[in-house]
């Protein structure tokens, strides 16, 4: 197990490493010159050189990645030769120009709203989803199952702008149910937060939740066919455990996984949703710094939206070895 | 007046009804394609202690015939009617929640596959514990105790270790001994073992049936052994039952059916058992055709369309493709379902069982 646990580590740092790479070189190839993007359209050629060479950006490509890399490390400093240097201690990501912030700054700022924003949905979707889905599969083909089913495919088929723009009419313009949305952190006005974050919760977990109802039904029904199942009603186990700890358990796998990447994915930034609540988070963050053409920004939160990724496979492969024995090799 | 009824009712059967009889079992499943006759007016009895095998085909009914007397059909959909006498007690009026509690406790079962039969996520000890548990006040520490006991009885070497081992740990033999030690670890009345060796290596077949056998005498269970393999019933069994097409077409004690079998279709598995003191060059003679479609069955004798001798019935027995034959006692517990004349199946039986042995020879 130990050793399992330590391959996949190593792996996930190369993988990071390659990530670092790709990324960089990927946006450092487009055709936007960031140096040309510091000032206005009345712009000498001299000034835009001598930016340029403030943003480093006139040095070899490789040498510049390398800098990226050891400011992740070890911090870096920009327009160094100026009279007014920027120190960027690491680990630094960049140093958006256009914002005069560092990288790191910025979305240490939007992290905490697309934190909350995240985990209130996905425990929102994982309940509803797996509750409605074992009920659906315990009583396929009734009216019950039926309406779920129904229920999940207009939630599965709603786009997300929909549902967000659909709750804000009803809820907050037309019945007055809450206020519009006003971003606040939990510890300095917990009411205030959860008045803001119920509809965008609401909004993810619609989205979501359909689709884990229906992955849920799969599964448990899927599992219910197995000998093993069998057994454990041969034993005379009640009905409640013989759906909870032999079937649910058995058809984890694929739940954990999905669950694992669409949390990743919505730590990355949930981009409509935040939008429409007007929520600061990562995904608000993300869309202004592609419309600026801010490339250190865009690229510093494309490198963390991927590594939340690889690190929440890194999780769900863990977690695999955790409900299934079998894994536990080597 | 009801009440009358039902104490002089009892009154009459606990006593004198066998250990387990089944009156007219019947199962049927709802499909998309139609209604699945998967049980039809099965009965048979068994008395304490002995071992009934029940042979047939796979689709012939002979499991669904042991999961509806376990009480698992209704949970799959299935709709059971007739009666199943266990210990003077009706088991198709009980309640789910009755039937649950009687499940791996007064009777209990094992599978054919002991590879997928286990959960692969739990040790095989907590497994054993689950079972105890569920049917009995102990403690967690009594139970795994008693766990342990169990597992060595069934001949599980290094138990103490094997305990705590997941299944896949395990071999298919040692597998299905976990399966027995389960399913005897409450003492069951009743042993259902469905086709217990059809995935096991041959040489863990005859270890797992001396086992059930060891263990049906220590414990006094009774058993029903569900096989398609005529071979392995011969040392086992006290009666066979051979079904085929949901029914039950001849019973009788199993040396009866090894030495006179009467109806065509089990002299066509016994025709169709490999022997190893058969000549090389000698065939194995199987039988022609396909078990019927459950969906579509002939409207006379289920087994007319591959039985060789059905121009043989005369007229006055009526036409085998539209008539039914009943299940008929045709000497002392030996039952035939056949519309031969009982002069004919006799006759042949002899020709096929004496070129059987003539073959032998």
């Known amino acids: 197990m130990a050793g399992y646990v330590v391959r996949r580590v190593l792996g996930m740092v190369l993988l990071l490493f390659l990530l670092t790479l790709t990324v960089f070189f990927l946006f450092n190839m487009m055709p936007a010159d960031p140096a040309r993007l510091t000032c206005g359209k009345a712009c000498s050629p001299a000034v835009i050189e001598a930016n340029r060479h403030h943003l480093e950006l006139d040095i070899p490509?490789?040498?510049?990645?390398?800098?990226?890399?050891?400011?992740?490390?070890?911090?870096?400093?920009?327009?160094?030769?100026t009279p007014r240097p920027i120190e960027c201690e690491a680990p630094c990501l960049g140093y958006s120009f256009l914002r005069n912030t560092e990288v790191l700054t910025l979305i240490a700022r939007a992290a905490p709203v697309t934190f909350w924003l995240a985990i209130g949905g996905f425990l929102t979707w994982m309940v509803v989803g797996l509750t409605l889905g074992i009920v659906s599969a315990l009583k396929r083909g009734r009216w019950i199952d039926r309406t779920i089913m129904g229920i999940a495919l207009i939630g599965y088929s709603l786009p997300s702008f929909f549902i967000g723009l659909v709750l804000i009419f009803f809820v907050i313009l037309d019945w007055n149910l809450l206020p519009f949305p006003q971003w606040t952190t939990p510890d300095k006005d917990l009411g205030r937060f959860v008045q803001t974050m119920l509809l965008p919760w609401i909004t993810i977990a619609t989205l979501y939740a359909a689709f884990y109802m229906r992955l849920t039904r799969n599964q448990v029904l899927e599992i219910f066919g197995e000998d093993y199942i069998r057994t454990a009603r041969a034993k005379g186990l009640p009905e409640r455990i013989v759906v909870v700890k032999h079937a649910l358990r058995a058809?984890?796998?694929?739940?954990?996984?999905?669950?694992?990447?669409?949390?990743?994915?919505?730590?990355?930034?949930?981009?409509?949703?935040?939008?429409?609540?007007?929520?600061?988070?990562?995904?608000?963050?993300?869309?202004?710094?592609?419309?600026?053409?801010d490339l250190p920004l865009i690229t510093g939160i494309t490198l963390l939206t991927a590594a939340l990724i690889i690190?929440?496979?890194?999780?769900?492969?863990?977690?695999?070895?955790?409900?299934?024995?079998?894994?536990r090799v080597g | 007046m009801i009440n009358v009824e039902e104490v002089e009712g009892r009154?009459?059967?606990?006593?004198e009804r066998p250990f387990l009889s089944v009156e007219n079992l019947a199962v049927q499943f709802k499909t998309e394609d139609g209604i699945v006759q998967a049980v039809d007016g099965v009965s048979f009895t068994l008395e304490r202690g002995k071992t009934l095998a029940i042979v047939g085909e796979s689709g012939s009914g002979k499991s669904v015939t042991a999961q509806a007397i376990m009480g698992l059909v209704k949970g799959m959909g299935g709709i059971v009617s007739g009666e199943i006498w266990l210990d003077g007690q009706e088991l198709n009026r009980l309640s789910p929640s009755e039937v649950q509690a009687l499940r791996g406790d007064e009777m209990a079962m094992i599978f054919q596959d002991p590879m997928s039969s286990l959960h692969p996520f739990y040790r095989i000890g907590d497994q054993i514990?689950?079972?105890?548990?569920?049917?009995?006040?102990?403690?967690?520490?009594?139970?795994?105790?008693?766990?342990?006991?169990?597992?060595?009885?069934?001949?599980?070497?290094?138990?103490?270790?094997?305990?705590?081992?997941?299944?896949?740990?395990?071999?298919?033999?040692?597998?299905?001994?976990?399966?027995?030690?389960?399913?005897?670890?409450?003492?069951?009345?009743?042993?259902?073992?469905?086709?217990?060796?059809?995935?096991?290596?041959?040489?863990?077949?005859?270890?797992?049936?001396?086992?059930?056998?060891?263990?049906?005498?220590?414990?006094?269970?009774?058993?029903?052994?569900?096989?398609?393999?005529?071979?392995?019933?011969?040392?086992?069994?006290?009666?066979?039952?051979?079904?085929?097409?949901?029914?039950?077409?001849?019973?009788?004690?199993?040396?009866?059916?090894?030495n006179k079998a009467e109806m065509p279709y089990t002299l066509g598995l016994l025709a169709s058992i490999p022997r190893r003191d058969r000549g090389q060059q000698e065939?194995?003679?199987?039988?022609?055709?396909n078990p019927p479609s459950p969906i579509h069955l002939p409207p006379g004798c289920v087994f007319q369309p591959?039985?060789?001798?059905?121009?043989?019935?005369?007229?006055?027995?009526?036409?085998?493709?539209?008539?039914?034959?009943?299940?008929?006692?045709?000497?002392?517990?030996?039952?035939?379902?056949?519309l031969l004349p009982q002069d004919v199946r006799r006759r042949i039986s002899h020709e096929v069982l004496q070129s059987l042995r003539g073959s032998a020879e």
């Open chain 1, 251 to 293: 058809g984890l796998t694929p739940i954990v996984t999905a669950a694992g990447l669409d949390l990743a994915g919505l730590l990355g930034g949930a981009i409509i949703t935040e939008n429409i609540f007007s929520l600061p988070g990562l995904g608000s963050l993300a869309i202004g710094s592609v419309l600026a053409s």
């Open chain 1, 311 to 327: 690190f929440a496979n890194l999780i769900v492969d863990l977690l695999y070895a955790v409900i299934d024995p079998r894994v």
């Open chain 1, 61 to 81: 490509p490789i040498e510049q990645y390398q800098r990226f890399v050891s400011g992740i490390f070890f911090g870096r400093t920009f327009s160094k030769d």
């Open chain 2, 306 to 338: 591959r039985c060789k001798y059905w121009e043989q019935v005369p007229e006055s027995q009526g036409d085998p493709r539209t008539v039914r034959p009943e299940l008929v006692e045709t000497s002392p517990r030996h039952y035939v379902r056949c």
């Open chain 2, 283 to 289: 065939r194995l003679d199987p039988i022609p055709g």
């Open chain 2, 11 to 15: 009154a009459q059967h606990s006593p």
């Open chain 2, 129 to 258: 514990v689950e079972a105890i548990v569920a049917h009995r006040k102990v403690g967690r520490g009594a139970a795994r105790r008693e766990a342990l006991e169990m597992l060595k009885h069934v001949g599980i070497p290094a138990a103490e270790r094997r305990i705590d081992a997941y299944p896949h740990q395990l071999s298919g033999g040692m597998r299905q001994r976990v399966m027995i030690a389960m399913a005897l670890i409450n003492s069951p009345q009743l042993l259902i073992a469905d086709e217990p060796t059809t995935a096991l290596d041959v040489t863990v077949q005859a270890q797992i049936l001396e086992l059930i056998r060891r263990l049906q005498g220590e414990f006094g269970t009774t058993v029903i052994i569900i096989t398609h393999d005529l071979g392995v019933v011969a040392d086992v069994a006290d009666d066979v039952a051979v079904m085929y097409a949901a029914r039950i077409v001849e019973m009788a004690p199993t040396s009866e059916i090894y």
